[in-house]
């Protein structure tokens, strides 16, 4: 039974900081790539950052302009994303996921290699 869990979310005002994690249980962390997503309000969802299990990253076109950032703790199962500077464009839903066990390619823009999926969650950037 695999569990993937964002947490971290939250009402922040313009400038501020947030930290999201997504802890995934059930597969050996190690193995996988993991990633984050978001949607926001009237767009489809986006790619952010991927973090490929063989120790590569992945940057895609919405992840912030360098504001963003993604690391991972394996001895923790977690997957991070730091996020400074925040403006009210970041509001939406972000998503944490998880492909295949050593999976070629699992990183994308648009997620459809990803397996697992957790929830969301809500971000929103308003003063």
């Known amino acids: 039974q695999v569990q993937v869990m964002e947490s971290g979310g939250g009402l922040v005002n313009p400038g501020e900081s947030l930290r999201l994690s997504c802890t995934i249980s059930g597969l050996t962390f190690d193995d996988y790539s993991v990633g984050w997503f978001r949607q926001t309000p009237g767009n489809a969802r986006e790619g952010l950052l991927c973090?490929?299990?063989?120790?590569?990253?992945?940057r895609y076109s919405s992840s912030g302009n360098g504001r963003f950032t993604i690391s991972r703790d394996n001895t923790k199962n977690t997957l991070y994303l730091q996020m400074n500077d925040l403006n009210p464009g970041d509001t939406g839903t972000y998503f944490c996921?998880?492909?295949?066990?050593?999976?070629?390619?699992?990183?994308?823009?648009?997620?459809?290699?990803?397996?697992?999926w957790g929830r969301g969650t809500q971000v929103t950037v308003s003063s």
């Open positions: 996921a998880a492909g295949g066990p050593h999976a070629s390619g699992a990183c994308s823009n648009s997620g459809h290699a990803m397996r697992y």
């Open positions: 973090s490929a299990w063989s120790g590569a990253t992945a």
